[in-house]
């Protein structure tokens, strides 16, 4: 069969440009078997822009991406729970991890911290520490399962989001809840993700309050979801039919990123 030289020269090209991202992807599938494809593809450390001057590899992943978030959120199941474990499966000490190394943990002031609540909520009103502890608190050991290949087992504790939402008269049929962190982090969640039994507005690790490097003064518990989708350092929470996307989403990881 006759093969263009042109189309040869493409593929050779191809397989080129890809060959580098699909070894690392080899070395790093350690998170296991149903991880999703799309995070898969993102440990690469592609850049996946989008732009014009992306290469094709770029353009495929992102397809792949988005192709998998959509499957993610029509399988997920708001009645299904994480894994919950006893307290003698707690990892000690809790592995810190970031974008930054510890030393640019934010300082935040547990006396003038306020979170701000906007978007499709009907009270508006910031929320101190001492209101938000007295909502209804939970408690859960659940297992952080990093997009870099790692897990551990941990206990927080807080409001579960569910409970903060109805609180503030949140939109519940809005399509998205965000998050701005104080770290100039930011995330969001589906609206079913946020209202899931296990997802909380974390105050307490472990049986105390946040250190700052677990996240002081709140942290987003979301234990369905990979690590990544639970912001630390949260100034603000909002709701919308916009999509917010996220600090590493918007580089190229899936934004459902369900486990």
């Not at 994480?82 to 499966?89: E, G, L, Q």
């Not at 991890?97 to 009270?123: C, F, M, Q, R």
């Not at 209804?136 to 050991?141: A, D, L, R, W």
Request: hydrophobic share 40%; charged share 20%.
């Amino acid at each position: 069969m006759h093969r263009d030289p042109d189309d040869a020269a493409r593929l050779k090209a191809l397989r080129r440009d890809l060959a580098p991202d699909l070894a690392r992807l080899e070395r790093r599938m350690v998170l296991r078997g149903g991880l999703s494809l799309g995070a898969l593809t993102l440990l690469s450390g592609c850049d996946l822009s989008t732009g014009s001057n992306g290469s094709l590899a770029d353009r495929v992943l992102w397809a792949m991406s988005r192709a998998n978030d959509r499957v993610q959120r029509w399988l997920f199941d708001p009645a299904t729970l994480a894994p919950t474990y006893p307290a003698s499966m707690i990892d000690t000490p809790f592995r810190f991890n970031a974008y930054y190394p510890p030393d640019n943990i934010p300082e935040i002031d547990a006396a003038t911290w306020k979170l701000e609540v906007s978007g499709l909520v009907a009270d508006k009103a910031p929320w101190t520490l001492e209101k938000l502890r007295a909502l209804p608190q939970e408690s859960q050991i659940t297992r952080h399962i990093c997009i870099e290949g790692w897990s551990q087992i941990g206990q927080w504790s807080g409001v579960p989001l569910r409970t903060f939402l109805e609180r503030t008269g949140a939109d519940l049929t809005a399509k998205y809840v965000g998050f701005k962190c104080a770290d100039r982090y930011y995330g969001s969640l589906d609206m079913p993700s946020a209202l899931h039994p296990q997802t909380v507005l974390a105050l307490d690790f472990a049986g105390q309050p946040l250190a700052p490097e677990y996240g002081y003064p709140l942290r987003v518990r979301v234990p369905t979801k990979l690590g990544f989708k639970s912001p630390k350092h949260i100034a603000a929470i909002f709701v919308t039919n916009d999509y917010p996307g996220g600090y590493w989403e918007d580089q190229g990881y899936n934004w459902f990123s369900g486990i």
